[in-house]
């Protein structure tokens, strides 16, 4: 989000030079520079003890295509933290491993994806209600119904990060 107004009085803001950033929006009644803000989410790829990853398909974002678990981050909530809560609402499988897979831009919509690869004991789904089906798929054959790859699609380099630190090849 980019503030135009200050969120404390309601002034119009001007830009002013903040340091090495630049022209900052910043409120003279105030004194207080705006900068932009953006949400932080998470994006999680789950794999099990046979090399399955679990695949979700969420109607709201297509019909066809599977995604690996992902949601936003709770205030006062840690990356890691959400990585685990989001896995366990929306599949309802409890994570025991949690590796960093870096952050991501999904330019879209404006959010810095946090990625992490998971590991939870293969059990049946229990789904939460924003869920329409989830699975467990080999993971060399998890591409097939997954969303396909494009520049802001994070689901691919954080799925060649589990290959290479699980030893499989495409």
Not at 24 to 49: A, G, R
Not at 139 to 154: D, G, H, Q, T, W
């Amino acid at each position: 989000m980019h503030f135009k107004y200050c969120p404390e009085c309601g002034r119009k803001l001007t830009d002013k030079q903040a340091g090495d950033d630049g022209l900052i929006p910043f409120c003279e009644v105030c004194e207080q520079y705006y900068f932009d803000i953006f949400p932080s989410c998470v994006i999680v790829l789950t794999y099990n003890e046979f090399d399955e990853i679990a695949l979700c398909r969420q109607s709201y974002l297509s019909d066809t295509y599977f995604n690996i678990t992902s949601g936003f981050m709770e205030v006062g909530e840690t990356a890691e933290e959400a990585a685990v809560r989001e896995v366990k609402e929306e599949l309802g499988i409890d994570v025991t491993e949690l590796t960093y897979a870096k952050t991501h831009w999904f330019s879209p919509k404006g959010l810095l994806m946090h990625g992490f690869i998971a590991f939870a004991k293969k059990k049946d789904f229990r789904l939460s209600a924003e869920v329409d089906e989830a699975k467990w798929v080999p993971a060399l054959e998890a591409p097939k119904i997954m969303f396909p790859e494009s520049p802001s699609n994070a689901i691919y380099p954080i799925y060649r990060q589990f290959l290479k630190m699980r030893g499989l090849s495409e």
